[in-house]
């Protein structure tokens, strides 16, 4: 295959997302043994997709470019287990197996991305799909070597801004697109030149969007319109690296910059709120934001250090190091004034070395430290600021016995959480994972993991006091009780019939415990001449899951010394009052849960040009107790028909998302949907080459409404209607 020939980490793994016209160009088995021969980034052993013990996606090349999206959870939604928390289109990370925030962790080249959207929905997420090379997914045991408490899974998004190959010449890439639904514009360059082992590296991007179009809806409210106001996006960023490259071995740096604005919809303070201030922003004034609007202003500088030396010392094959340092600002701006605004600064260092083989078992280990304080203030603010330091060890190891290769994996990490009110408070979580894949044969395998995981509690599910008006609830932390009084009427009586309930925030006697978590999984994998199948069957079984529980009581009802009781910090002059009685309060809370499902993928070759794909993922959580764990995403199934020639590729695909009544406690039910869409790419063959690639698709094409079941705002933001779009790609 050309492409591969020319750019080897240019493909997609995934079942359901191989690119048509690719597999039109070669012989069906041989296209998929290519496909599978990329090597994991995210595991140091270097492994492929076919050779791991785990289930692992990757989405690169064209194929990730017909599916861009303005937020990684967006990209990454239509991959099997994979759905996103759809903060409208504007800020959404992905959920995996129905996990996500702290249990999903995200990656930029192997180090956490070092922004706060773990910590909210609303938060977007600091990584930018539009100039990476491909973005990895993947669970078992090398997510150990990026946290204890990733539990769903890992995201790695890699790019190419610290070079790792020598390069004589100068090569690169343009794109740029256009979509209907929010009248979306936007554009990307990457660009490296080299005079063999020294390169470098400069990328950017530009994305402007406006409040995007919706199928008619009536929200609870009682208001009904077709366009979710206060959507709007506009996102710019840069990056310039370096690397010098040797025979044995590379070190690099690259610094990176990225600005994004976007309107945060559902925010209101209709809830009593009194405004007095004027918009002077210019924001406000361009995209005709009214007084409710709130717009979120998200600044990031990355500095990354990667190096790598070969054979080292003798035993050792291999030694990477990699260090960060990332500074974030993220402010919500009604208007000049500030509602709440949060900074954080982290560094970052991770070492590994793969060893050479022991008795047979090769493999890597290492350490990871890391070092955050985060601040919050403005008068929303509703967690303190805070300080985390953590240090961890890891080890991976691995042996084959001729068609059985076995995987272990271990780590022990020491975090440490403090504010000013609550000195100090630590946490010891240990991790271990065992997996193994059997080769049938050369078109069968069969894997299966068995994963023991801690994770600490994150400062906001500690410290959380106040409203949190994005998500349009009242945040309580588990550092704190909720305690349930009657109160005495106006003349001091203590009949019942003329009091009213309070609820009263105390000082837990203990803390949010470490979760735990055992995690089963089951996998097959089938590559033949037509057909190809992958199934993956999960069962996780965690002990003190925290998670956010509707209290089912108005934040106007919870009284006493520790009520938002965090100091605010500035507030630029706010002369508003904020009446917050209408909020429902939510405390992060604590109860044993199982969660388990599958993920199904399949296609069908009938010929070199028609191919059949079809594809279901599920996942049932409940509490041990009784009841189920909130905002689980729906059950889906999907469909899809393509028709490839080598010089193009159209497909027709459906995806029904199936009724959700499976509801935690105060939470409704959301009915099913389907979305059908088609997609066009056109592959001008120029000397022999694909380097230019154009698109059109059709997202949506019945315009039917449809709500996302795990979203905070969904019946304020529903999913866009019919988006048409169009792009073009030349890589040079």
Do not use: C
């Amino acid at each position: 295959m050309k492409l591969l020939k020319k750019h080897p980490v240019h493909v997609l793994v995934s079942a359901l997302l191989i690119s048509p016209a690719a597999l039109a160009q070669d012989e069906a088995s041989d296209s998929h043994e290519a496909l599978e021969r990329i090597v994991i980034t995210a595991n140091p052993l270097d492994r492929t997709a076919i050779e791991s013990t785990q289930p692992v996606y990757v989405l690169a090349g064209d194929a990730l470019r017909e599916v861009q999206a303005p937020t990684l959870g967006e990209t990454l939604r239509n991959l099997p287990g994979v759905q996103s928390t759809y903060y409208s289109p504007t800020a959404s990370s992905p959920v995996i197996r129905g996990l996500d925030g702290p249990r999903v962790r995200i990656l930029q080249n192997g180090l956490d991305v070092g922004d706060v959207s773990r910590g909210g929905p609303d938060h977007a997420v600091s990584t930018e799909t539009s100039t990476a090379e491909q973005i990895e997914v993947l669970r078992g045991p090398a997510t150990l070597l990026y946290g204890s408490g990733a539990s769903g899974g890992v995201v790695n998004v890699v790019d190419n801004r610290i070079p790792r190959q020598q390069l004589q010449g100068t090569e690169g890439q343009v794109s740029a697109g256009v979509g209907s639904a929010a009248n979306e514009r936007s554009a990307s360059a990457s660009l490296r030149q080299g005079n063999g082992p020294f390169v470098m590296h400069i990328d950017g991007f530009k994305r402007d969007s406006d409040d995007y179009r919706v199928p008619g809806f009536t929200n609870p409210d009682g208001e009904t319109g077709e366009l979710i106001e206060n959507s709007f996006t506009d996102d710019m960023g840069a990056t310039l690296g370096a690397s010098f490259i040797g025979n044995r071995g590379f070190i690099g740096a690259s610094y990176g910059r990225i600005e994004r604005d976007y309107g945060i919809p559902g925010h209101s303070h209709d809830e009593g709120e009194e405004h007095d201030h004027d918009h002077a922003d210019e924001h406000a004034d361009e995209h005709g934001d009214d007084h409710d609007n709130v717009i979120a202003s998200m600044t990031q500088d990355r500095v990354q250090v990667l190096g790598q030396l070969d054979n080292p010392w003798r035993g050792i094959d291999r030694i990477n190091a990699n260090l960060g340092y990332t500074e974030l600002t993220h402010e919500e701006l009604a208007g000049e004034y500030v509602e709440s605004a949060f900074s954080k600064k982290q560094t970052e260092a991770r070492i590994t070395a793969r060893y050479a083989e022991i008795a047979g078992w090769g493999g890597a280990f290492g350490v990871q430290l890391k070092q955050e304080d985060y601040d919050a203030y403005g008068v929303e603010a509703f967690t303190p600021a805070s300080s985390t330091d953590l240090a961890g060890v890891f080890w991976l190891t691995e042996r084959r016995f001729g068609d059985l290769t076995y995987e272990l994996g271990a780590r022990v990490e020491y975090v440490e959480l403090s504010t000013d009110a609550i000195e100090k408070l630590d946490y010891t979580p240990v991790s271990g994972s065992a997996g193994v894949n059997y080769r049938v044969n050369e078109m069968l395998s069969l894997t299966a993991n068995l994963a023991y995981s801690e994770r600490a509690p994150q400062a906001g599910e500690l410290f959380s006091n106040g409203a949190h008006f994005a998500t349009r609830t009242y945040d309580v932390g588990g550092i704190y009780e909720i305690h349930e009084e009657h109160a005495e009427d106006e003349e001091g009586a203590d009949d019942h019939d003329h009091g009213h309930e309070a609820y009263h925030l105390a000082y837990a006697d203990n803390a949010l415990d470490k979760e735990r978590s055992a995690n089963l999984d089951l996998g097959m994998h089938y590559d033949g001449v037509k057909w190809h199948f992958d199934a993956n069957l999960f069962y996780n079984r965690i002990n003190d899951f925290i998670y956010t529980r509707n209290t089912g009581i108005l934040s106007a009802d919870l009284e006493g010394d520790f009520a938002d009781d965090h100091d605010h910090g500035d507030d630029h002059g706010h002369d508003h009052e904020h009446d917050t009685s209408g909020l429902a309060v939510y405390q992060y809370t604590q109860e044993n849960a199982e969660l388990f499902g599958y993920e199904l993928s399949a296609h069908y070759l009938l010929d070199e040009n028609w191919k059949f794909g079809a594809f279901s993922d599920y996942t049932r959580a409940r509490l041990r107790d009784g009841g189920n764990v909130p905002r689980i995403p729906a059950q889906r199934v999907g469909a899809d028909i393509t028709f490839a020639q080598p010089s193009w590729d159209a497909k027709l695909a459906y995806t029904y998302y199936l009724k959700q009544s499976d509801t935690a406690a105060n939470e409704e039910e959301t009915e099913g949907f389907g979305v059908l869409s088609a997609y066009l790419n056109f592959y001008p063959q120029l000397s022999g080459t694909r380097d230019i690639a154009f698109y059109v698709k059709a997202e949506n094409l019945t315009n039917r409404l449809g709500y996302v079941h795990n979203s905070f705002i969904r019946d304020y933001a529903p999913l866009p209607g019919t988006n048409i779009g169009a792009g073009v790609r030349v890589r040079f």
